[in-house]
């Protein structure tokens, strides 16, 4: 369940008890996405092997790693080292201070000099932007701000049609100029936000962390985009469980992971309005948020292709968005309607369990 990928932490009000209901099911090799992992003390399984897992909170959700290693102090090390990786990358890309890099491009519609990490991320948004046809766009932060300004502060005061109009006009990424050192806005008010691909950008840079010091075995889960490397504890592959986007305490499918991600686009987590119309989902080209699907979880090799695939076929409708998934290799989608039609993509039943 991909949620407004705030990249800073609103949780800090969040307290044990509410934190622990959200938890879940990690502990027996069971992710989920949708459901957060408790964290737990290291455990001897053999004389061979530890997991070691920890849960924190970053990227305004919970991140939860679980790690298989025969050194539980090596796991340790690595696991620390993978949560600061995490850590450094949000403070880049994080669209609310307006010191980030991304803070900085917003407010200047310019940004020179471009630290690699963010040029990766714009360039790979402004890749599928193209691949997508116009669904994924990480430029929709106007029509996100006049919906915070207007739905989300007044309750239920829509914006003007002719106020949405006049921010539609900001909107497009093809108003972006990039060449590999400096970003800008051709358009004044333009705005970009990384929500819908940079959790997954930083689980992969995490999972990366992870193998440069040899642990092959891991799973990573930063609130529904999730990487799983290698194996868990009984040399299976990693179990992923889907949840309903109604959430009524079921599973509507799983499957089973190994050296791939999967990342899941609701439209359940954060509503502007009562009646849940306007989500943190955008379609770019009405400023309305898509209507015909409630889920959208997709597979793909790396958490950043997923997260973005996710959005995009999100915004398509769900004929079409599984017809493009189809198209693309190594990528698979399963998509939950309002009305709760179940459509999967040709491959995905190679991954249920």
């Known amino acids: 369940m991909v949620k407004e990928k705030n ?30 992992p408790i964290p737990a003390e290291a455990v001897k399984f053999n004389k061979e092997m530890y997991k070691v897992s920890r849960t924190g909170l970053s990227m305004g959700t919970t991140v939860s790693m679980t790690l298989m290693h025969p050194s539980r102090d090596e796991a340790e090390d690595a696991m ?43 360039s790979n948004s402004l890749y599928y932007f193209q691949q997508t046809q116009g669904a994924f766009d990480i430029s929709v932060k106007p029509i996100i701000d006049l919906f915070r300004e207007t739905v989300g502060a007044t309750l239920n005061q829509y914006p003007h049609p002719k106020a949405l109009k006049e921010v539609l006009e900001k909107v497009g990424s ?11 806005f051709k358009k004044p008010g333009m705005g970009i936000t990384l929500d819908g691909i940079a959790k997954g950008y930083i689980v992969d840079k995490a999972s990366k962390v992870l193998m440069s010091r040899n642990i092959q075995n891991h ?32 599973y509507l499918d799983t499957i089973q992971l190994s050296d791939a991600a999967i990342a899941t686009s609701g439209n359940y987590e954060v509503y502007f309005d009562r009646e849940k119309m306007f989500h943190h989902i955008i379609n770019p080209s009405t400023g309305h948020s898509p209507y015909t699907s409630a889920g959208v979880s997709v597979i793909a090799p ?16 769900p004929g079409k968005g599984t017809q493009f998934i189809n198209s693309l290799p190594s990528c698979e989608s399963f998509v939950i309607t309002r009305s709760n039609e179940q459509i999967r993509s040709k491959g995905w039943k190679n991954f249920t369990v």
């Open 7 to 36: 990249l800073s932490s609103p949780f800090q009000s969040l307290d044990r008890r509410s934190f622990l209901k959200m938890s879940g099911i990690l502990g027996m090799g069971l992710a989920s996405a949708g459901i957060f």
């Open 80 to 122: 620390g080292a993978a949560f600061e990786e995490i850590d450094r990358l949000t403070g880049l890309m994080n669209r609310f201070e307006d010191n980030t890099a991304i803070g900085v491009l917003n407010r200047e519609g310019i940004l020179k000099d471009v630290n690699p990490e963010v040029r990766e991320v714009v």
């Open 219 to 250: 799973l990573i889960n930063a609130g529904g985009d999730i990487r799983a490397m290698g194996v868990r504890q009984d040399k299976g592959h990693w179990t992923v469980a889907i949840q309903d986007p109604k959430k009524r305490d079921n």
């Open 302 to 317: 790396t958490a950043m292709e997923a997260d973005a695939l996710s959005t995009s076929v999100f915004v398509m409708n």
């Open 174 to 184: 093809e108003h972006i100029e990039f060449n590999g050192h400096t970003v800008r």
